[in-house]
DNA sequence: TTAATCACGC
DNA sequence: GACGTACGTGATTAAC
């Protein structure tokens, strides 16, 4: 096994060097920006020599360190940071979160201890350890495994200390450097030394007696006189001097270092810190500097464009692009294809492609493998072609998003350029956006798919490469990749609708707002716009003068909340309540929906974005149908207007009941919590008596109401004050209440503490399925950052282990409707329910297979419960 | 075109 | 005590 290579910086030694050897510039906005220019050069240029596996930069914490302890005046004297290089290391750090390099600083501290710490528990049979930094003290570190790296002039041109070296400089042992240091003092930390002793006497006296307390201990052999007496004189001091000079080795640090694993991509958001920052030269080097040999946009490349496929002998493991240019794959033409393989490069326009039986039968050949670059985008577009495009093994895109689900984009040119490769332009600079938008002429189109093809077999075994060493393997081919073949389904499929009830719904809703907005307008004495917050304020609060609640960045706010706390002021309030309630079902969902059926099947179909959110949930877009009505009946009626596709049959639901609250229970190990669902507890109530200390009849409903939303805020990681804000108390009283409950369920308070270090430790947490979520901002200083950091940190197991299980049913229902040759059909996922359509003869059957199926898609500690219904339409399946 | 506000679901 | 507070999608307004 190779080693591992740890390269340990020294931030605040290398950021006023880079200050110092650079002149002041700014960027456009006025920013002084030299010192991080200079810390990212070297940064690069580290990082392209070193190759570095761990990577973690020390600060200096407060402006006391315990050697304070020792000399009061311990780098006393100092001039204070120039306020232009202060004002630069936020930026820094900003940036070395950007490149994911760790950080770390520790209290009472210096970098150079942290870093003295990190590199001696570096065990030398497994690491290689190299110190960045441009002080000599470091030098101190020097062994056989532990190299030193001194910035000479400038930043990016250093000399690398090994023992030999140290030995040829200065005749010393790197041990000898900490007496050296004592003995000739430091004038820059203001450790006096021996006065009269620079830096030769120093090595002198250290190569005939090895120490300084040997040099003390037989003053009476040192030659000269002088020297002699002055070492006599200061004999304390030297002692001190030396102590302090010494760098700590056995400092606190709770940094484990393979928490400072480090992959060298140049991430979006470093791209776009550079353009902030105005490092254009910068971004120049990045973008090209890595690429592969002949892999840049401008690059040529060879490709055939066929005009008949007769024989498609394009072989396995083929890159397979299957280029829209309409955002939404449901309607809008293909483009063309692009087919990269060992065989060769291949554009094959869209008509081509579509008359040749041999190209067809190669793509539905599931014993052919492909890559895709978005597999469900490939085979629903081909689907409405008639192709059933099968044999996709590898999905770019989810791959992309499984190893980062924030970074911001996963196409083909954002994943490359995140391994440094550049040999395709992203979308937008070939088809442009917004009016823009249109598709380019003859070479530049299929040249472009070709490079996307040619790009996605490149990127494919590096993104297979990082989901092994994340162990993300089996996320991705057993649950993710068959997920998106399942969603692929339930999205052509189509949910019907009743686009009669639908419009009938929109005439009355009109009707209605009408006479609503004349009584308001009547109440108010004047006409206004009502859907404008801005005018709806001035109505309110200066006209009408009812007392302001809130305050938006903009005006008065006239949310809800704020408006629920006027209504007994005035008339007018619930009228404006009640038509903001049917002005959104109008807008939103009547005119909304019908916006988005298909005419001739009078179906919609969704788009399931299975690489977007952040905890691992699906979300919904164009129409979303994970956000229909439900809680107020007005609303819930919009549910009526989904109906099965076909003749005697029904809408299916199932939910899970409390997936949460039982992920929680499972994952805290929290005995009171496995105990109430073990005896079917209702949760709330049970949460109720703990926190209240009362018995179950004992709960009144208020407190029930309250639990309730206390295992809310658990569940969706709210603060103190989105719980005061929901139960309208003060946020002191929210987080008392919140201390209750975790007092009340001690398992749940350690897995709390205990994720939050965790995530603290390694940078990420993880979730029951090893779905990843990184938090740089858990380390952050800024307690709001910090804050929502640990909460997503305690929440995101919890919501995305519910989101693995509910994923990991949909596939296992998939197969067992198949396997069991039933005609339901799953047609779309909301969080914790599936909605099927099904023909009445299979009820009987699905109220034993659903519920079976999602209730023992994982085995938990605690049991999975699924409630199921049906009826007519989905209004009815409740 | 973009930002801000609001509202719907889980 | 800061400061803006679960995640999404979508409609609307208003300023650019």
Known sequence: MSKKKLVLVDGNSIAYRAFFALPLLNNDKGVYTNAVYGFTTMLLKVLDDEAPSHMLVAFDAGKTTFRHKTFNEYKGGRQKTPPELSEQLPLIRELLDAFGIKRYELEQYEADDIIGTLSKQADPKEWDVKVITGDKDLLQLVDEHVHVALTKKGITDMDTYDMKLVEERYGLTPDQIIDMKGLMGDSSDNIPGVPGVGEKTAIKLLKEFGTIEEVLDSIDKVSGKKLKQRLEDNKEQAEMSKKLATIEIKAPVDVKLDSCEFVNEISDKVIKLFKELGFNSLLDRVDSGESEEGDTPTDEIDYEILEEVTMADFGSDAAVVIECLAENYHHGDILGMGIVSEKGKYFIPTDVALKSEAFIEWLEDEKIEKYAADAKQATVSLAWKGIDLKGVKFDALIASYLLNPSDSSHDIASIASRFGLKGVSNNETIYGKGVKQKVPEGKFLSEHIVRKANMLLQVVPRLQESLKKNEQDQLFYDLEMPLSIVLGKMEQQGVQVDVKRLEEMGTELNDQLEKIEAKIFELAGTEFNINSPKQLGEILFEKMQLPVIKKTKTGYSTSADVLEKLKDKHEIVEEILYYRQLGKLNSTYVEGLLKVVNRATEKIHTRFNQALAQTGRLSSIDPNLQNIPIRLEAGRKIRQAFIPSEKNWVVFAADYSQIELRVLAHIAQDDKLIDAFNNEMDIHTKTAMDVFHVEKDEVTSDMRRQAKAVNFGIVYGISDYGLSQSLGITR???????????????????????????????????????????????????????????????????????????????????????????????????????????????????????????????????????????????????
């Open 732 to 878: 002191k009283e929210a987080g008392q209440f919140i201390e209750r409950y975790l007092k009340s369920f001690p398992g749940v308070k350690q897995y709390m503490d205990d994720i939050v270090q965790q995530a603290k430790q390694e940078g990420y947490v993880t979730t029951m399925l090893n779905r990843r979520r990184y938090l740089p901002e858990i380390t952050s200083r800024n307690f709001n950052l910090r804050s929502f950091a640990e909460r997503t940190a305690m929440n995101t197991p919890i919501q995305g282990s519910a989101a693995d299980i509910i994923k990991k049913a949909m596939v296992e229902m998939a197969k067992r409707l198949e396997k069991e040759k039933l005609k339901t059909r799953m047609l779309l996922q909301v969080h914790d329910e599936l909605i099927f359509e099904a023909p009445k003869d299979e009820l009987e059957k699905l109220e034993k297979i659903v519920p079976d199926v999602m209730e023992h898609a994982v085995q938990l500690d605690v049991p999975l419960k699924v409630d199921y219904s049906y009826g007519d339409t989905w209004y009815d399946a409740k």
